[in-house]
């Protein structure tokens, strides 16, 4: 199943090396990887999405990473409300004629074209990594000259919500 694991960290040469070390070192694949300046000055972000087998070794993973010198903050967020986007950028073979068709396809997906050639439109789309695969579904057929992909970015909702029991006046 895969994890997705929040770390705010000091912002120094070598945290990510180390953070991702560790993950290799537990045989961690890491899906997606992020990292970026945070609101508090000197502190970075990183967000990774881990496919992780069983439950334990997520925990395992938590500790292990609360343990590093430079590691100011562990997550996993996966089970919470979340807010989680990419960016994509994508190099589309268009030819003029099946520019309109193309358009009309991308279209749903606000997609924004940021560059235009003879025979290629790029586009930026940004949304959840499943309105990405789609994305890239669709516009397949057509030809990808060049695709390039952040990885998921993510953190928790203001409000969570709260799994209160259901009454029924059927019982």
């Given at each position: 199943?895969?994890?997705?694991?929040?770390?705010?960290v000091?912002?120094?040469?070598?945290?990510?090396?180390?953070v991702t070390?560790?993950?290799?070192?537990?045989?961690?694949?890491?899906?997606?990887?992020?990292?970026?300046?945070?609101?508090q000055?000197?502190m970075?972000?990183?967000?990774?999405?881990?496919h992780?087998?069983?439950?334990?070794?997520?925990?395992q993973?938590?500790?292990q990473?609360?343990?590093?010198?430079?590691?100011?903050?562990?997550?996993?967020?996966?089970?919470?409300?979340?807010?989680?986007?990419?960016?994509?950028?994508v190099?589309?073979?268009?030819?003029?004629?099946?520019?309109?068709?193309?358009?009309?396809?991308?279209?749903p997906?606000?997609a924004?074209?940021?560059?235009?050639?003879?025979?290629?439109?790029t586009?930026?789309?940004?949304?959840?990594p499943?309105?990405?695969?789609?994305?890239?579904?669709?516009?397949?057929?057509?030809?990808?000259?060049?695709?390039?992909?952040?990885?998921?970015?993510?953190?928790?909702?203001?409000?969570?919500?709260?799994?209160?029991?259901?009454?029924?006046?059927?019982?």
């Open positions: 199943m895969k994890r997705v694991i929040t770390v705010t000091i912002n120094q040469s070598g945290v990510l090396n180390r070390g560790l993950l290799m070192k537990r045989q961690f694949n890491i899906e997606s990887i992020t990292v970026g300046h945070s609101e000055p000197g970075s972000k990183m967000t990774f999405i881990v992780v087998e069983d439950e334990q070794k997520i925990e993973l938590v500790k990473l609360q343990k590093q010198i430079d590691v100011i903050k562990v997550n996993d967020i996966t089970d919470k409300a979340i807010v989680m986007r990419e960016l994509a950028l190099k589309v073979v268009s030819p003029p004629h099946a520019r309109s068709e193309i358009n009309s396809i991308v279209e997906f606000r924004t074209v940021i560059d235009s050639g003879k025979n290629v439109v586009y930026q789309v940004t949304g959840a499943e309105k990405i695969e789609a994305f890239i579904d669709l516009v397949k057929p057509y030809g990808i000259k060049e695709l390039a992909r952040t990885g998921a970015t993510a953190f928790t909702r203001e409000i969570q919500k709260v799994n209160s029991p259901q009454l029924s006046i059927l019982k």
